[in-house]
């Protein structure tokens, strides 16, 4: 049976003192960047392991992390959790997923048993939540990443730079020689409103199309509140000839309803998704879609709270996720 790795082999390995390896895991003092980084890739190179009980009992804190989020079955949020997951297992951090249903209880729930098992860390996608929420978790002085549209005050941020993507999108239906365009929205009760729309909508009067507000529906981001808005929208007496939709789970929403109504997409309608989940090149027509990837958010996230763990620095960080815009086969 091999020998545990100890945290002297870690101190040996970097060059520094167990000490140092001691205040780089726990966060109790500021260490250099360099340092930091020699004594991680130690820790990746031999396979060292936290005694998690011991460091439970002598920070007070346990390994664990949340991440809470709205909807698990979606596949953008089960990438971000095994990319979390990667990122921190080697600093003997381990993911907790939680999943809210979009409900404002059962977040604020969540929020209030991570202070109560003294979580190491949250990342969270928060959907219904005000930025008083975070109140008592702050207070406990447990470090939280939010991934969000919006920011919720003093905490830690990944949000998406999409302006340039989605000027890509309107000038591909605009090619199309579409003129009116439509959207299914998240619900209008979804913490600060729908920054999406609202680009949308800045940005398509540059082409000459205006999104009034008879032509935007509004669920849950399901599939079932697709199929419910595409079907609301192809009612009206000026029908929409582009639907945008909030997420990729809309879109194959409205892409069924489509098929049952027997109408083409991209030939009388087309179709832009957002985020690019795993399905969205599966499905026929692949969906053309804006790539907001989990991955990079999971990386972000992860570096923003190992920061915070380590106690380098007191400011809030924003992290800015770039998405690109995928032409495939619904446009």
Same mark, same amino acid.
Request: proline letters at 5%.
């Given at each position: 049976?091999?020998?545990?790795?100890?945290?002297?082999?870690?101190?040996?390995?970097?060059?520094?003192?167990?000490?140092?390896?001691?205040?780089?895991?726990?966060?109790?003092?500021?260490?250099?960047?360099?340092?930091?980084?020699?004594?991680?890739?130690?820790?990746?190179?031999?396979?060292?392991?936290?005694?998690?009980?011991?460091?439970?009992?002598?920070?007070?804190?346990?390994?664990?992390?949340?991440?809470?989020?709205?909807?698990?079955?979606?596949?953008?949020?089960?990438?971000?959790?095994?990319?979390?997951?990667?990122?921190?297992?080697?600093?003997?951090?381990?993911?907790?997923?939680?999943?809210?249903?979009?409900?404002?209880?059962?977040?604020?729930?969540?929020?209030?048993?991570?202070?109560?098992?003294?979580?190491?860390?949250?990342?969270?996608?928060?959907?219904?939540?005000?930025?008083?929420?975070?109140?008592?978790?702050?207070?406990?002085?447990?470090?939280?990443?939010?991934?969000?549209?919006?920011?919720?005050?003093?905490?830690?941020?990944?949000?998406?730079?999409?302006?340039?993507?989605?000027?890509?999108?309107?000038?591909?239906?605009?090619?199309?020689?579409?003129?009116?365009?439509?959207?299914?929205?998240?619900?209008?009760?979804?913490?600060?409103?729908?920054?999406?729309?609202?680009?949308?909508?800045?940005?398509?009067?540059?082409?000459?199309?205006?999104?009034?507000?008879?032509?935007?529906?509004?669920?849950?981001?399901?599939?079932?509140?697709?199929?419910?808005?595409?079907?609301?929208?192809?009612?009206?007496?000026? $029908?929409?000839?582009?639907?945008?939709?909030?997420?990729?789970?809309?879109?194959?929403?409205?892409?069924?309803?489509?098929?049952?109504?027997?109408?083409?997409?991209?030939?009388?309608?087309?179709?832009?998704?957002?985020?690019?989940?795993?399905?969205?090149?599966?499905?026929?027509? $692949?969906?053309?879609?804006?790539?907001?990837?989990?991955?990079?958010?999971?990386?972000?996230?992860?570096?923003?709270?190992?920061?915070?763990?380590?106690?380098?620095?007191?400011?809030?960080?924003?992290?800015?996720?770039?998405?690109?815009?995928?032409?495939?086969?619904?446009?």
């Amino acid at each position: 049976m091999p020998e545990r790795v100890t945290m002297a082999d870690v101190a040996r390995v970097a060059g520094v003192s167990s000490a140092t390896v001691s205040y780089v895991l726990s966060g109790k003092r500021p260490v250099a960047p360099e340092t930091r980084a020699a004594v991680e890739s130690a820790i990746s190179d031999l396979g060292f392991s936290v005694n998690a009980t011991a460091r439970s009992l002598r920070t007070g804190r346990s390994s664990l992390v949340a991440l809470i989020v709205s909807d698990i079955a979606n596949p953008f949020f089960a990438q971000l959790a095994a990319t979390l997951q990667e990122e921190l297992r080697g600093l003997g951090l381990h993911v907790v997923v939680c999943n809210t249903g979009a409900r404002r209880d059962e977040e604020r729930a969540l929020l209030a048993e991570a202070v109560q098992q003294r979580f190491a860390g949250v990342v969270i996608t928060p959907f219904r939540l005000r930025a008083q929420d975070f109140q008592p978790i702050a207070d406990a002085g447990i470090p939280v990443v939010v991934s969000a549209d919006v920011s919720f005050g003093p905490l830690d941020l990944v949000t998406p730079d999409a302006r340039a993507a989605t000027r890509r999108a309107l000038e591909q239906v605009a090619a199309a020689q579409r003129r009116r365009i439509a959207v299914i929205a998240g619900p209008r009760d979804a913490t600060g409103g729908d920054p999406r729309l609202e680009l949308l909508r800045s940005l398509a009067l540059q082409y000459g199309m205006p999104l009034p507000h008879e032509l935007v529906v509004r669920g849950e981001h399901t599939r079932q509140a697709g199929a419910t808005g595409f079907e609301e929208l192809m009612r009206r007496q000026h $029908r929409p000839d582009a639907v945008f939709c909030s997420n990729d789970v809309i879109a194959v929403g409205a892409m069924d309803k489509a098929h049952e109504m027997g109408i083409d997409i991209p030939g009388d309608v087309a179709l832009v998704g957002h985020d690019d989940a795993s399905f969205a090149s599966l499905v026929r027509p $692949r969906l053309t879609t804006i790539r907001y990837p989990a991955a990079d958010v999971g990386r972000a996230a992860a570096r923003l709270l190992t920061e915070r763990l380590h106690g380098g620095r007191d400011v809030h960080r924003t992290v800015h996720i770039r998405a690109e815009f995928v032409a495939r086969a619904t446009v």
